[in-house]
């Protein structure tokens, strides 16, 4: 059974930084993506960043890009998402997921497992 396990989450300024992590478990992931969603309250649950296991190969939203990174450890089997100028519209409950086998990294349909979601809010 697979678990996605999110933490890091909390209340930041704008402008700082949170690290979350996603500690993944119940499967060997190296052939995996592993992605991060995020999802403000009315809003769709929107594509944040991904990277493949493989290789690490990563790719971003075009709304975050240049302000977050992703990787991950495999000793620790767990993926980082790393969150640096944070702005008011970060705000949200990001999600952490895994797809066996991704043909798209944007797309949530893509993602077989899904973790429950840590909350991340940015004030002004």
């Known amino acids: 059974q697979v678990q996605l396990v999110e933490s890091g989450g909390g209340l930041v300024q704008a402008g700082g930084s949170l690290r979350l992590s996603c500690a993944a478990s119940g499967r060997t992931f190296s052939s995996y993506t592993m992605g991060w969603f995020r999802q403000a309250p009315g809003k769709e649950r929107e594509f944040v960043a991904a990277i493949r296991w493989s290789d690490s190969s990563t790719y971003y939203s075009s709304a975050v890009k240049g302000r977050f990174g992703i990787s991950r450890d495999n000793d620790k089997n767990t993926v980082y998402l790393q969150m640096n100028s944070l702005k008011p519209e970060d705000t949200a409950v990001y999600y952490c997921?895994?797809?066996?086998?991704?043909?798209?990294?944007?797309?949530?349909?893509?993602?077989?497992?899904w973790g429950q979601g840590t909350q991340v809010t940015v004030s002004s």
């Open positions: 997921a895994a797809a066996t086998n991704a043909r798209s990294w944007i797309l949530k349909r893509e993602y077989d497992y």
